[in-house]
């Protein structure tokens, strides 16, 4: 099949060196501030560095991590946060003259880190039948295009609406109103790739979909065990929390194939002895698990848990688990009779190394689970997060001060995308809201995932695909099934701000309609808007744009929903432009829609920020069928390696956010200027007869496949710390390599991060 690595035609010169030992400090604030100024120039620079996650300033579009309630720090630093600020402020411009240069075939031989580094979008574009460049077309022209071609499908299902998860409350309410008005609930979205399988196994475990502690809670944790995350690089702000349960008496423990920088060592930027002294140790213990060990690993800890626990000295809180827990006697009896050599096998870790890290579980009063992608993208995702859940209810650890759940999001709006009804299976309480508030007769039918859309494209079901933010065509894997499943559509939007390749992979006819970001001040006819986000805590915040737009044709994601809607919908009961005119109209029906929004618009004038119910942290309640919380039985069932092949995991690198690149380095792992490398142990090396240095072909293999041969070209083998058997390459450079039929059980998010792949020689 064709390898679309081939596009970086850029000879690498990849440097290796040793992984550093510590995370942030000086080097950090260095790198921030140089790629802030430079790409927004130096006074526009400042100005945004110090608007980041202010009262009054803009919400970092970094990531989902919170900030202290009610006393934001003068300048919360991070250094990803400012990199993609500056990748939003950039001066460079995308104008119509550039879509005449270059035409899409030779657009589609650059570089993910060269399209957008191209700049802003600043013009609707349209990509019309059989033409081979993008050309200018006015906004009401490309609002007409696109309600002409919704309204001649044959079936509301025959469209389906993508969300990333930058997209604020406000757009997210009123895109997902105007979906369910058009007809359809095929509301795909990012979370599809990303916590799909947290909300899967956390709603049926405890009730509720997302984490059940804030930020103080993990501050004053006595235990803290993170699963498959990379906060380094990922989440820099949580470095700080960490840093902070660290000096009260915390135990960190980190689960990673990968001894990541940031949970080593964490010298505080905003603190003078992390400028100058050796900063803070955060990990206590390392366990080095095997690609996709973590059930096997979990199931170990539970098992000296509950062999410790005596009536002398009991370890378990048995009261908690008789009067809020169901299932514990079928879930002790299946952990019971799993045996140590199971677990060690498939964890790939020692058992005296788990009862270390089951003593720190034992000995805590106050413990949290913090978990990210590591866990979520393998076929037994689920299951992961369920032992996760359990693992922290034999000790009570749910519901009280100190303790709980944290699954830490990805996008900095994907949770509140979620709160507004961005999803393809809502709850009928939701929809039967919905219809209260707008007198209509939302569908009932469950709508698409992001994997079910690929195929409904395959199959000529969907037939127009609409996207607010994101790359679907990058961020998805398989993008030969996804190129079939495009090229069958009528026609695909793009709601962006930066080029990207899902410009180069279009229906029919293509359109790019150019987006405000968050930095950029938002006026409305009414005036300046305020929109609201929430985080990863369930904190629901305002966020104000600081700077003027990189351009005047720009529109806000409300206001071309608002126009979408107009279009699709004529004398429609819904004044949708009045709605887009001023955001607190919108507010006020999500206050009547949304649980726990009640008075939305004068609570966040008041206070800039809420806090969102949680039955579960609040007072132990739990939604569930049975109205407990629920221990769940779930086998170890590890993905089969053959012989002579490794598990695969996909990671982020420390200059990228998803698909955008930001440059080919990744300065805590020691790697410079290239990004086709393959993380591989010695051990591994030496069994396959290869050696580090070398440039290799990757081949995937998955027994259900169709496909002959999935492979990609030239890609170094770097010798790194990893379990035996495993290797990593790096996020999206191996998309091709996973199937779109490899996803998790029951949750559908892609299986990212368990890969079977064998490695080849280059012919030199
Ligand atoms: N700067 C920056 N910030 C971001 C993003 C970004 O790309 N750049 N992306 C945002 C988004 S959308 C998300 S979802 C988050 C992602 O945040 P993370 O989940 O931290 O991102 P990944 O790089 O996918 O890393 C997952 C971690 O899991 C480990 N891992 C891989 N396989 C396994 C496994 O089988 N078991 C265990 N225990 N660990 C494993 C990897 O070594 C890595 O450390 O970050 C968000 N924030
Ligand atoms: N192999 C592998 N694949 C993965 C993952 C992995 O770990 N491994 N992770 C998965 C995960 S967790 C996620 S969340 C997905 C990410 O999937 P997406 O969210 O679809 O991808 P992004 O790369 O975040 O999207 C970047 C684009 O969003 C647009 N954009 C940025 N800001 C804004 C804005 O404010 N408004 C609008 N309208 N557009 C904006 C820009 O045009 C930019 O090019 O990828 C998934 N894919
Ligand atoms: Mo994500």
Request: net charge negative.
């Amino acid at each position: 099949m064709k390898d679309s690595n081939k596009i970086d035609t850029q000879v690498q010169h990849i440097t290796v060196s040793e992984p550093k030992e510590w995370a942030a400090g000086v080097p950090a604030v260095l790198s921030a501030y140089k790629n802030t100024t430079l790409k927004a120039g130096a006074i526009k620079g400042t100005r945004l560095l110090f608007g980041l996650n202010q009262i009054e300033g803009f919400d970092c579009p970094g990531c989902a991590w919170p900030d202290p309630l009610g006393k934001k720090a003068t300048f919360e630093f991070c250094e990803n946060g400012a990199k993609a600020v500056a990748d939003e402020a950039t001066n460079k411009k995308v104008t119509a003259d550039f879509f005449a240069q270059h035409n899409i075939a030779e657009l589609r031989t650059k570089s993910d880190r060269w399209l957008n580094s191209q700049g802003r979008l600043i013009a609707p574009m349209w990509l019309a039948p059989g033409q081979d460049n993008y050309q200018p077309i006015s906004w009401q022209d490309a609002f007409s295009l696109i309600a002409e071609q919704l309204n001649i499908l044959e079936s509301p299902d025959q469209a389906a609406f993508y969300t990333s998860g930058r997209t604020g409350n406000e757009a997210a309410f009123l895109y997902q109103l105007f979906v369910r008005k058009f007809g359809t609930n095929n509301l795909p979205d990012c979370s599809n790739m990303c916590h799909e399988s947290t909300g899967i196994g956390l709603d049926e475990t405890i009730g509720i979909g997302k984490g059940s502690v804030s930020l103080e809670d993990l501050e004053h944790s006595e235990a803290i065990f993170i699963f498959g995350q990379n906060p380094g690089s990922n989440h820099p702000r949580m470095l700080g929390s960490l840093q902070a349960a660290k000096r009260q008496g915390a135990k960190i423990v980190a689960i990673n194939p990968l001894d990541e920088t940031g949970l080593k060592r964490f010298k505080n930027p905003q603190e003078v002895s992390g400028v100058i002294g050796d900063g803070t140790t955060l990990r206590d213990l390392y366990l080095p698990v095997k690609i996709n060990g973590d059930a096997a690993l979990l199931k170990g800890l539970c098992k000296a848990l509950i062999a410790w626990d005596s009536p002398e000295q009991p370890i378990l809180d048995h009261d908690f688990i008789t009067q809020y827990c169901e299932g514990f006697a079928a879930f002790k009896a299946d952990i019971e009779q799993t045996s140590w050599q199971e677990i060690v096998q498939a964890s790939g870790l020692s058992q005296p190394l788990i009862e270390q890290a089951a003593k720190i579980a034992s000995e805590s009063k106050k413990t949290i689970c913090c978990w990210a992608m590591g866990i979520t993208q393998h076929k037994n995702a689920v299951a992961n997060v369920q032992l996760m859940t359990n693992f922290l209810m034999l000790q009570g650890n749910l519901g009280k001060p100190g303790a709980g759940v944290c699954p830490v999001r990805g996008h900095s709006n994907v949770q509140g995308d979620r709160t507004m009804g961005i999803w393809e299976k809502p709850a009928p309480a939701f929809l039967d809201a919905l219809q209260k508030e707008f007198n209509f007769s939302p569908p009932r039918v469950n709508g698409v995932d992001a994997v079910d859309t690929v195929h409904a494209m395959q199959a000529g079901q969907v037939k127009v695909l609409f996207a607010l933010g994101g790359n679907f065509y990058r961020a998805m894997p398989d993008h030969q099934a996804n190129e079939q499943g495009l090229a069958k559509c009528e026609l695909t939007v793009q709601v962006s701000t930066k080029l990207n390749r899902s410009h180069l992979h279009t229906g029919k006819q293509g359109l790019i309609l150019p987006a405000l970001g968050r930095t950029e001040i938002d006026q409305q006819a009414s005036g300046v808007q305020t929109i609201t986000v929430e985080n990863s805590m369930g904190v629901v915040q305002t966020s104000h744009g600081k700077i003027p737009p990189a351009s005047e044709h720009l529109k806000s994601e409300v206001a071309i929903i608002a126009q979408l809607a107009n279009h699709t919908l004529p004398n429609d009961s819904i004044d949708w432009l009045g709605l887009s005119s001023d955001y607190r109209l919108i507010r006020e029906h999500i206050g009547h829609v949304v649980p726990g929004f009640e008075n939305f618009n004068q609570r966040v004038e008041q206070l800039g920020e809420f806090v969102l119910p949680n039955a579960v942290r609040d007072a132990r309640q739990f939604a569930t069928a049975t109205g407990k919380a629920n221990f769940v039985v779930n086998a170890i069932e590890p993905v089969e390696v053959p012989d002579g092949c490794l598990l695969m995991t996909t990671i982020r690198s420390h200059d990228q956010f998803n698909t955008t690149v930001y440059t080919n380095n990744d300065r805590y792992r020691g790697i410079h200027g290239g990004r086709k490398v393959v993380f591989i142990s010695q051990a591994d090396l030496t069994r396959l007869g290869l050696e580090d240095g070398q440039r290799v072909t990757i081949n995937s293999h998955w027994p259900n496949d169709k496909v002959e041969t999935r492979q990609v070209t030239d890609f170094q083998l770097v010798k790194y710390a990893i379990p035996e058997g495993c290797c990593a390459t790096y996020y999206p450079e191996t998309n091709d390599l996973i199937p779109l039929g490899s996803v998790a059980d029951r949750s559908n998010t892609p299986a990212y991060k368990s890969v079977v792949v064998s490695l080849q020689l280059s012919a030199s």
